[in-house]
């Protein structure tokens, strides 16, 4: 078992989709990692901070989960981060309606003490600088930093976003930004420009086409479970991310093999996360259900060929 911190968005949401649309609910990259990450009962903490409009029934939603929330910063005198944004009929792309960074522009990350030796360090969404801020107050170096990022901090920290990827071993990304990052059409192209750039590991989403880890020479594929009902796709990235690094902290093995299984683990969580606004599925999930799922993502993809 290893160590996780996150570090990513703790946020207010409002959401639009063809099936309705929600208030300020809880939302944020750092909330969805953290509770995709809790099913697999390692030890994980988030760093990010909220204002003080935050609830802190959200707060203890975290904290009931196991997850440490001492590096999650209250400024009473803040507003919290806030992102709307309305999906088109296809569920599958959506605008940004607004984005208020709020208190997070002006965030100090300060990792504890306790989480100074993660051996994964999950840096969510966010700022690229305060990705790197936080990487550089680790004391001992991670044996897996994944880095989430999108086409936001592309538009408004491209610099930034370059330096950090110097530093990280994987990176999960959707296709859209992947060809917004890279200017380049082909996906497998893309990867190869994108590892070039630093991440050893490429994990490109492609939301209900399942996603593509490149690795070398080696590609490996996995296909989103097609599902009845998809509600709001709001999350199911960062969730797909919680499941990745919370499985590889569980097994705390970082072969090729494994990181295969975690793209699984991060599609079989993601497909929970569409069903329901919000993080609304993703705090009521069992472990059965889990379970359940990864089953169907076997009987799914499971074929027998001979070759002659
Ligand atoms: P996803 O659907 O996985 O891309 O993630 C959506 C979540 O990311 C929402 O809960 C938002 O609060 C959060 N989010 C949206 N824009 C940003 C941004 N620019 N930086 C960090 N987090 C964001």
Same mark, same amino acid.
């Given at each position: 078992m290893?160590?996780?911190?996150?570090v990513?968005?703790?946020?207010?949401?409002?959401?639009?989709?063809?099936?309705?649309?929600?208030?300020?609910i809880?939302?944020?990259a750092?909330?969805?990692?953290g509770?995709?990450a809790?099913?697999?009962?390692v030890?994980?903490?988030?760093?990010?901070?909220?204002?003080?409009?935050?609830?802190?029934?959200?707060?203890?939603?975290?904290?009931?989960r196991e997850i440490?929330?001492?590096g999650?910063?209250?400024?009473?005198?803040?507003?919290?981060?806030?992102?709307?944004?309305?999906?088109?009929n296809?569920? &599958?792309?959506?605008d940004t309606?607004s984005?208020?960074l709020n208190?997070?522009a002006?965030f100090?990350?300060?990792?504890?003490?306790a989480?100074? &030796?993660?051996?994964?360090?999950?840096?969510?969404?966010?700022?690229?600088?305060?990705?790197?801020?936080?990487?550089?107050?680790?004391?001992?170096?991670?044996?897996?930093?994944?880095?989430?990022?999108?086409?936001?901090?592309m538009?408004?920290?491209?610099?930034?976003?370059h330096?950090i990827l110097?530093?990280?071993?994987?990176?999960?990304?959707?296709?859209?930004?992947?060809?917004?990052?890279?200017?380049?059409?082909?996906?497998?192209?893309?990867?190869?420009?994108?590892?070039?750039?630093?991440?050893?590991y490429v994990v490109i989403?492609?939301?209900?086409?399942?996603?593509?880890?490149?690795?070398?020479?080696?590609?490996?594929?996995?296909?989103?479970?097609?599902?009845?009902e998809?509600?709001?796709?709001?999350?199911?990235?960062?969730?797909?991310?919680?499941?990745?690094a919370?499985?590889?902290?569980?097994?705390?093995?970082?072969?090729?093999?494994?990181?295969? &299984?975690?793209v699984?683990y991060?599609?079989?969580?993601?497909?929970?996360?569409?069903?329901?606004?919000?993080?609304?599925?993703?705090?009521?999930?069992?472990?059965?259900?889990?379970?359940?799922?990864?089953?169907?993502?076997?009987?799914?993809?499971?074929?027998?060929?001979?070759?002659?």
């Amino acid at each position: 078992m290893s160590k996780l911190l996150i570090v990513g968005t703790v946020a207010f949401d409002a959401i639009e989709t063809p099936f309705g649309q929600t208030d300020k609910i809880l939302g944020g990259a750092a909330t969805f990692i953290g509770l995709a990450a809790s099913q697999f009962k390692v030890e994980s903490a988030i760093v990010s901070v909220v204002g003080g409009d935050f609830p802190k029934d959200y707060l203890r939603l975290l904290s009931d989960r196991e997850i440490d929330i001492s590096g999650i910063e209250v400024i009473e005198s803040g507003k919290t981060f806030f992102w709307s944004g309305r999906y088109h009929n296809d569920m &599958n792309t959506r605008d940004t309606l607004s984005t208020e960074l709020n208190v997070l522009a002006k965030f100090d990350p300060k990792v504890p003490v306790a989480y100074k &030796n993660a051996e994964i360090l999950m840096l969510g969404n966010l700022h690229p600088k305060i990705q790197k801020q936080v990487l550089d107050q680790m004391e001992v170096k991670p044996k897996l930093t994944i880095l989430d990022t999108m086409n936001f901090w592309m538009e408004h920290s491209l610099d930034e976003l370059h330096l950090i990827l110097k530093e990280v071993d994987v990176i999960t990304i959707n296709d859209e930004e992947a060809r917004q990052l890279t200017h380049e059409y082909s996906l497998v192209v893309a990867a190869r420009k994108i590892h070039e750039m630093g991440p050893r590991y490429v994990v490109i989403k492609k939301g209900e086409h399942g996603a593509l880890l490149f690795h070398d020479e080696n590609v490996f594929f996995a296909p989103a479970l097609p599902l009845e009902e998809v509600f709001d796709p709001t999350g199911a990235g960062d969730t797909f991310a919680g499941g990745f690094a919370g499985f590889l902290a569980k097994t705390s093995d970082l072969t090729f093999e494994n990181i295969k &299984n975690a793209v699984i683990y991060g599609s079989t969580m993601a497909s929970f996360c569409v069903e329901k606004f919000g993080a609304e599925r993703m705090l009521n999930l069992t472990g059965d259900q889990v379970y359940k799922r990864l089953q169907q993502f076997k009987n799914l993809t499971q074929f027998e060929i001979e070759l002659s």
